[in-house]
């Protein structure tokens, strides 16, 4: 636990991974990211403060929130990847660049066709099996580009598919929930 006016184990203006002390990769262990949040939690919690100064509970209510914006982040394999990315130099820029590979373009418009000719909640299932498969493996080119091979550049063009794959998964279950 902290003690009085003890500083955090991070500075809040530390990049996610040095708040949780864990190497800057796509990588990391969940397992290990949760415990060490709720180290963190522990230490820092606005409810250990409650004795102390204003200036230590409002410090005290900034490090939760870093943290907890931090874990979120980290957290969700997506927005690792982006986050790595744009540590990196590369940003996402999703608003500003939607050029999307010519193959994945045509296999999206596949896939919505087949999500909209599903007449069963099985076919519709099975579509989803394929696409949370595309997204793995997605996932894992991602963590190659990352961790092997430092071309971020590659990795960004990944983020983006995935960012596309995860609304349609968004829209596959909303089908799936509105015929079941």
Not at 74 to 98: F, S
Not at 113 to 119: G, K, M, N, P, R
Not at 134 to 157: E, F, G, I, K, Y
């Amino acid at each position: 636990m902290i003690s009085d006016n003890a500083p955090p184990l991070f500075q809040l203006a530390d990049n996610d991974f040095q708040v949780f002390q864990l190497p800057e990769q796509f990588s990391i262990s969940l397992i290990e990211l949760d415990t060490r949040w709720k180290n963190l939690q522990r230490q820092t919690h606005p409810d250990q403060f409650v004795r102390q100064d204003t200036a230590s509970q409002r410090l005290a209510m900034q490090w939760t929130v870093r943290i907890n914006e931090a874990y979120q982040r980290l957290k969700d394999p997506l927005k690792r990847a982006a986050y790595l990315c744009e540590l990196r130099g590369v940003p996402i820029d999703a608003e500003n660049n939607t050029a999307m590979p010519a193959d994945f373009l045509m296999q999206q418009m596949q896939w919505r066709e087949d999500l909209d000719d599903a007449s069963h909640v099985e076919a519709i299932e099975q579509l989803h099996t394929q696409v949370m498969q595309s997204r793995t493996l997605l996932l894992n080119d991602c963590a190659q580009d990352l961790d092997q091979h430092n071309r971020p550049q590659s990795a960004v063009q990944h983020v983006r598919t995935l960012m596309f794959l995860d609304r349609f998964i968004q829209d596959i279950e909303k089908r799936i929930d509105a015929m079941t």
